[in-house]
């Protein structure tokens, strides 16, 4: 979704909005016992991901590397935990909460750890 060709984005952001529809019927489906481990352990995987991308509350914690002298609140380790994810995957994104000061402190935290 993030091509440079302008086809090929609406094309693939195309599929992703078709597909992401299917994957309430998908969880429902137990895998297959022919399935190879591998198979089984990507299909998770992926599950895994999908879950966090539709519900920033299943996000993985990231630990910030560097030492900072400040704890951060509920909403702050949240905003740089969706940052780092959003990272991770090469996802493009932003967060809004209309103060820049603590934009800049997310994107550095994260980019700190990089």
Known sequence: MSDQCE????MATYCF?????LMPLESA???SPNMSKAMVEQKQKERKF???LLDGKKVEKYTIPVPI???LRKYQQ???NWLAFLN????HGILCDGILCTMMFFTLLVVAGF
Do not use: C, M, N, S
């Open 17 to 21: 909005a078709t597909l992401i529809r």
């Open 29 to 31: 489906i137990p895998d």
């Open 78 to 80: 949240d905003g740089v």
């Open 50 to 52: 999908l879950e966090q």
């Open 69 to 71: 002298k400040a704890e």
């Open 88 to 91: 991770k995957y090469k996802l």
């Open 7 to 10: 086809d090929v984005r609406l």
